[in-house]
Protein backbone atom coordinates (compact mmCIF):
# COMPACT_ATOMS: atom_id res chain seq x y z
CA UNK A 1 0.00 0.00 0.00
CA UNK A 2 2.70 2.18 0.52
CA UNK A 3 4.17 1.60 -2.58
CA UNK A 4 1.18 2.40 -4.13
CA UNK A 5 0.74 5.76 -2.51
CA UNK A 6 4.67 6.71 -3.17
CA UNK A 7 4.11 5.96 -6.77
CA UNK A 8 0.47 7.53 -6.86
CA UNK A 9 2.00 11.08 -5.86
CA UNK A 10 4.40 11.59 -9.05
CA UNK A 11 1.75 10.77 -11.26
CA UNK A 12 -1.00 13.47 -9.67
CA UNK A 13 2.25 15.82 -10.04
CA UNK A 14 2.73 15.35 -13.65
CA UNK A 15 -1.53 15.39 -14.19
CA UNK A 16 -2.00 18.69 -12.58
CA UNK A 17 1.02 19.91 -13.90
CA UNK A 18 -0.24 19.23 -17.45
CA UNK A 19 -3.61 20.41 -17.03
CA UNK A 20 -2.30 24.30 -16.01
CA UNK A 21 0.14 24.53 -18.59
CA UNK A 22 -3.33 24.85 -20.55
CA UNK A 23 -4.58 27.92 -18.57
CA UNK A 24 -6.61 30.52 -21.25
CA UNK A 25 -5.36 34.12 -20.33
CA UNK A 26 -7.64 36.38 -19.72
CA UNK A 27 -6.20 39.18 -21.58
CA UNK A 28 -3.40 39.30 -24.40
CA UNK A 29 -0.35 41.88 -25.48
CA UNK A 30 -2.04 42.00 -28.63
CA UNK A 31 -5.56 43.44 -29.80
CA UNK A 32 -7.46 41.89 -32.07
CA UNK A 33 -9.19 43.41 -35.13
CA UNK A 34 -10.89 40.49 -36.97
CA UNK A 35 -10.91 36.76 -37.09
CA UNK A 36 -11.66 35.34 -39.91
CA UNK A 37 -12.02 31.56 -41.35
CA UNK A 38 -12.26 30.85 -45.05
CA UNK A 39 -12.69 27.36 -46.48
CA UNK A 40 -10.05 26.67 -49.57
CA UNK A 41 -11.20 24.77 -52.07
CA UNK A 42 -8.92 22.46 -55.09
CA UNK A 43 -5.55 23.07 -55.80
CA UNK A 44 -3.22 20.28 -56.86
CA UNK A 45 -4.28 17.23 -57.44
CA UNK A 46 -3.92 15.15 -54.43
CA UNK A 47 -3.77 17.75 -52.29
CA UNK A 48 -5.75 18.33 -49.26
CA UNK A 49 -8.45 21.32 -49.17
CA UNK A 50 -8.42 22.71 -45.64
CA UNK A 51 -9.35 26.53 -43.48
CA UNK A 52 -7.32 29.23 -43.24
CA UNK A 53 -7.89 31.03 -40.30
CA UNK A 54 -6.72 35.13 -40.50
CA UNK A 55 -6.00 37.25 -37.21
CA UNK A 56 -5.23 40.74 -37.42
CA UNK A 57 -4.06 42.21 -34.84
CA UNK A 58 -2.22 44.96 -33.42
CA UNK A 59 0.19 45.64 -30.46
CA UNK A 60 3.33 47.81 -29.83
CA UNK A 61 5.61 45.01 -29.50
CA UNK A 62 6.82 42.17 -31.30
CA UNK A 63 4.37 38.58 -30.55
CA UNK A 64 5.96 35.36 -30.97
CA UNK A 65 2.73 33.33 -32.50
CA UNK A 66 3.68 29.56 -32.40
CA UNK A 67 -0.26 27.72 -32.90
CA UNK A 68 -3.62 27.77 -33.45
CA UNK A 69 -6.22 25.46 -31.78
CA UNK A 70 -9.77 25.51 -34.26
CA UNK A 71 -12.38 22.72 -35.07
CA UNK A 72 -10.48 20.03 -33.21
CA UNK A 73 -7.12 21.10 -35.06
CA UNK A 74 -4.03 22.29 -34.62
CA UNK A 75 -2.02 23.98 -37.21
CA UNK A 76 1.40 26.18 -36.84
CA UNK A 77 1.04 30.04 -37.78
CA UNK A 78 2.69 32.37 -39.54
CA UNK A 79 2.67 36.32 -39.49
CA UNK A 80 2.42 38.65 -42.10
CA UNK A 81 1.64 42.00 -42.92
CA UNK A 82 -1.67 42.40 -45.68
CA UNK A 83 -2.64 46.08 -46.65
CA UNK A 84 -0.23 47.58 -43.70
CA UNK A 85 -2.20 45.21 -40.88
CA UNK A 86 -0.27 42.71 -39.04
CA UNK A 87 -1.76 39.31 -40.15
CA UNK A 88 -1.47 35.70 -38.10
CA UNK A 89 -2.88 32.80 -40.02
CA UNK A 90 -2.57 28.91 -39.72
CA UNK A 91 -4.01 26.63 -42.30
CA UNK A 92 -5.97 23.59 -41.00
CA UNK A 93 -6.17 20.95 -43.42
CA UNK A 94 -8.74 18.45 -44.36
CA UNK A 95 -8.74 14.56 -43.33
CA UNK A 96 -10.44 13.33 -46.22
CA UNK A 97 -9.18 10.42 -48.34
CA UNK A 98 -6.38 11.31 -50.73
CA UNK A 99 -7.03 9.79 -54.39
CA UNK A 100 -4.47 7.16 -54.15
CA UNK A 101 -6.15 5.29 -51.57
CA UNK A 102 -7.98 2.10 -53.46
CA UNK A 103 -10.75 0.73 -52.04
CA UNK A 104 -11.74 -2.90 -53.10
CA UNK A 105 -14.08 -5.80 -52.18
CA UNK A 106 -11.18 -7.91 -52.10
CA UNK A 107 -9.24 -6.67 -49.09
CA UNK A 108 -5.50 -7.76 -50.92
CA UNK A 109 -6.57 -4.94 -53.46
CA UNK A 110 -6.15 -2.35 -50.82
CA UNK A 111 -2.36 -3.20 -50.30
CA UNK A 112 -0.50 -0.45 -49.92
CA UNK A 113 -3.41 2.37 -48.28
CA UNK A 114 -1.76 4.76 -45.86
CA UNK A 115 -3.38 4.49 -42.47
CA UNK A 116 -6.44 6.65 -41.30
CA UNK A 117 -4.91 10.08 -39.82
CA UNK A 118 -4.81 9.65 -35.68
CA UNK A 119 -7.98 12.25 -34.25
CA UNK A 120 -5.45 15.34 -32.41
CA UNK A 121 -6.31 15.29 -28.88
CA UNK A 122 -6.54 19.24 -28.58
CA UNK A 123 -6.66 21.01 -25.06
CA UNK A 124 -9.37 23.10 -25.25
CA UNK A 125 -13.40 22.50 -25.57
CA UNK A 126 -14.12 25.01 -28.87
CA UNK A 127 -17.24 26.31 -29.90
CA UNK A 128 -17.20 26.43 -33.89
CA UNK A 129 -16.65 29.88 -34.29
CA UNK A 130 -13.73 29.85 -31.36
CA UNK A 131 -10.27 29.56 -32.09
CA UNK A 132 -7.46 29.33 -29.54
CA UNK A 133 -3.62 31.10 -30.25
CA UNK A 134 -0.50 30.30 -28.93
CA UNK A 135 1.59 32.95 -28.34
CA UNK A 136 5.64 32.90 -26.54
CA UNK A 137 5.87 35.48 -24.07
CA UNK A 138 9.53 35.64 -22.16
CA UNK A 139 10.36 31.25 -21.88
CA UNK A 140 6.20 30.25 -21.13
CA UNK A 141 3.72 29.34 -23.84
CA UNK A 142 0.78 31.43 -22.74
CA UNK A 143 -3.04 30.72 -24.68
CA UNK A 144 -5.64 33.14 -25.39
CA UNK A 145 -9.58 32.19 -26.94
CA UNK A 146 -10.89 34.37 -29.72
CA UNK A 147 -14.65 34.09 -30.04
CA UNK A 148 -16.32 35.14 -33.08
CA UNK A 149 -14.82 33.91 -35.65
CA UNK A 150 -16.26 35.45 -38.81
CA UNK A 151 -16.74 32.74 -41.91
CA UNK A 152 -15.95 34.29 -45.27
CA UNK A 153 -16.44 33.16 -49.01
CA UNK A 154 -14.71 30.07 -50.23
CA UNK A 155 -11.86 30.46 -52.06
CA UNK A 156 -10.51 28.77 -54.98
CA UNK A 157 -6.76 27.90 -54.92
CA UNK A 158 -5.51 27.18 -58.50
Known sequence: ???????SLPL????LTKCASYKL???APFDVKSATSVSRIGGR????????VKIVYSSDKEIKFDSMFYNNKKAKTRTFTENKMNV?????YSTSASNDTQMHNDASKEYGNSAPAKKE???F???????????IEGKKTKYFKIGNVKTGKPVMMQ
Open 1 to 7: MKLFKLL
Open 12 to 15: LLVT
Open 25 to 27: ENT
Open 45 to 52: PGSPGGTE
Open 88 to 92: VSAIF
Open 121 to 123: DIP
Open 125 to 135: TLKENEVVISY
